[in-house]
């Protein structure tokens, strides 16, 4: 395992085909998944932490975001990972950046107006990272599933070279989907919020018995989730252009965000095939790595 902290020493130390894992660390099964992904498919797996100032819509959420560089090298490495490409702020933004990415359209709905500057942000920074890296293939959750769809389009609108490959949603034993801040969940609030994988499970089944309404689907989460939690929105979308559906009839997701407390959670389920059986993700059998030793 090799850390690195400029763009030029990590192209240096990559050889053959290059797999490329962004996160912005303090790491957990859903991003261990990506690198296993990456390594089946690579000669070197490099993965990025950078928390992007960039991508914050708000100023406490940066600030609160957790790190710990030590623990996540730990385990990107027994993940697989063969490079930890962990750049300061001075080798991401050295001046002053004047250049944005915008993709216009795929961040108008869902999470783009509840998180003003947020996909621009996201834009930009893997703009550069493949840039800089140049990487064969990119590997990304299909949990932020809006962003995946906005980086593929990103890379075919300019011409970037590499694949962009989304892999499965990482879940705990339980249903709720692996996210660093769920670490800020108090244990009733981590209650409360199982109800939104319930949810999406139930429409899932839904699905698979025919329901093709998106209004059924959004329907089936809201009535699991009651009042228990503040809902911002459950949306059916399509997975190339996140435009709002009202059937299911392409390739689409059933997407969420709401606030678990201070704590804001998305998850959604992806409809694939023909037959929109749902891609649930994957679920832990133990208990997640982001808990360490302590209790939950
Ligand atoms: P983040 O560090 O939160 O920016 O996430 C880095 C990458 O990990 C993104 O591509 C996310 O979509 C992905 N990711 C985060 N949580 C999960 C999860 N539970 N399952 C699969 N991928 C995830």
């Not at 107006?113 to 942000?121: I, V």
Request: zero cysteines; aromatic letters at 6%; hydrophobic letters at 45%.
């Amino acid at each position: 395992m090799r850390i690195t902290k400029s763009f030029a020493e990590t192209r240096a130390a990559s050889l053959g085909t290059v797999g490329l894992v962004p996160t912005m660390g303090f790491l957990h099964e859903g991003h261990l998944s990506l690198i296993t992904a990456a390594r089946q498919a690579s000669d070197t797996v490099v993965m990025s932490m950078f928390v992007n100032p960039l991508q914050f819509d708000r100023d406490d959420d940066l600030v609160r975001y957790p790190r710990d560089l030590e623990r996540d090298v730990e385990l990107a490495t027994a993940a697989g990972a063969d490079i930890v490409f962990a750049p300061e702020l001075e080798e991401m933004y050295p001046q002053e950046q004047f250049t944005r990415v915008i993709v216009n359209q795929l961040s108008d709905e869902l999470e783009g107006p509840n998180r003003p500057g947020h996909f621009e942000g996201v834009a930009t920074v893997v703009a550069k990272l493949l840039a800089g890296i140049q990487p064969d293939r990119s590997f990304f959750g299909r949990k932020d599933a809006q962003q995946l769809a906005i980086v593929r389009r990103m890379a075919t609108d300019l011409s970037m070279p590499g694949e962009i490959v989304g892999v499965p949603i990482v879940r705990e034993a339980d249903g709720l989907a692996l996210s660093s801040r769920n670490v800020f969940l108090s244990a009733e609030e981590r209650a409360a919020a199982l109800a939104l994988s319930r949810g999406l499970m139930r429409a899932a089944d839904l699905a698979g018995g025919g329901e093709r309404e998106g209004s059924a689907l959004s329907a089936a989460v809201h009535n699991e989730v009651g009042d228990s939690l503040e809902v911002e929105y459950v949306t059916l979308a399509g997975q190339d252009l996140v435009q709002p559906l009202e059937t299911l009839d392409r390739p689409a997701f059933l997407a969420l965000a709401a606030w678990a407390g201070e704590t804001r959670l998305i998850d959604n389920i992806h409809f694939d095939s023909d037959e929109f059986v749902a891609d649930r993700g994957t679920r832990l059998t133990e208990r997640s790595v982001l808990y360490g030793t302590g209790e939950i």
